[in-house]
T-cell receptor, first 114, second 112 residues
């Protein structure tokens, strides 16, 4: 248990569906991240929120829409996904502004797009 | 731009033998270096980090890592491997940009 909780753990969705991934942290951190992990590819940083403001968006398609309502919660809204979006989506949190502090990861959501 | 290289996709070692997982980095300014481990269908777990000071850093589960500034390396080591150490290991770096950059990962396979 890392203090970062992701739900659901597994999600199967059709290409026309709309779903959301949820991440919650109880570590008092003020930065949260979404990563995409695909087989045989490097870990891809998707979005960064620092102090509830989006500070990084790494050319992610608009079918992925993040939301950070407060420093403890992070969502990833999904719509009209493609099969190549199937991956493990990881949420992480850390203390913003301190490059030497480690990030804590959730267990991930395994997404399958059919 | 900062980067991390993990030259080995997989490392195989027999239980009881020492293990090394290699990592080299490129970053502006002083590096902050991290190792994470990932078990199947799980998130990444923090193992250890180098900030400053002693070049040999000790972490969880008996792992340690050696920072070598001249070779820009931060290799992960363990004196005696266990089958339960089998997992995917990621090296990561931050620098002045405070952005965490990961390597591609190295799969460690420990056999009896």
């Amino acid at each position: 248990e890392t203090g970062v909780t992701q739900t659901p753990r597994h999600l199967v969705m059709g290409m026309t569906n709309k779903k959301s991934l949820k991440c919650e942290q109880h570590l008092g951190h003020n930065a949260m991240y979404w990563y995409k992990q695909s087989a045989k590819k490097p870990l891809e940083l998707m979005f960064v929120y620092s102090l509830e403001e989006r500070v990084e968006n790494n050319s992610v398609p608009s079918r992925f829409s993040p939301e950070c309502p407060n420093s403890s919660h992070l969502f990833l809204h999904l719509h009209t996904l493609q099969p190549e979006d199937s991956a493990l989506y990881l949420c992480a949190s850390s203390q913003a502004g301190f490059a030497y502090t480690e990030a804590f990861f959730g267990q991930g959501t395994r997404l399958t797009v059919v | 731009a900062q980067s991390v290289a993990q030259p080995e996709d997989q490392v195989n070692v027999a239980e009881g033998n020492p293990l090394t997982v290699k990592c080299t980095y490129s970053v502006s300014g002083n590096p902050y270096l991290f190792w994470y481990v990932q078990y199947p269908n799980r998130g990444l777990q923090f193992l250890l980090k180098y900030i400053t000071g002693d070049n040999l850093v000790k972490g969880s589960y008996g792992f340690e890592a050696e920072f070598n500034k001249s070779q820009t390396s931060f290799h992960l080591k363990k004196p005696s491997a266990l089958v339960s150490d089998s997992a995917l290991y990621f090296c990561a770096v931050t620098g002045t940009a405070s952005k965490l950059t990961f390597g591609t990962g190295t799969r460690l396979q420990v056999t009896l």
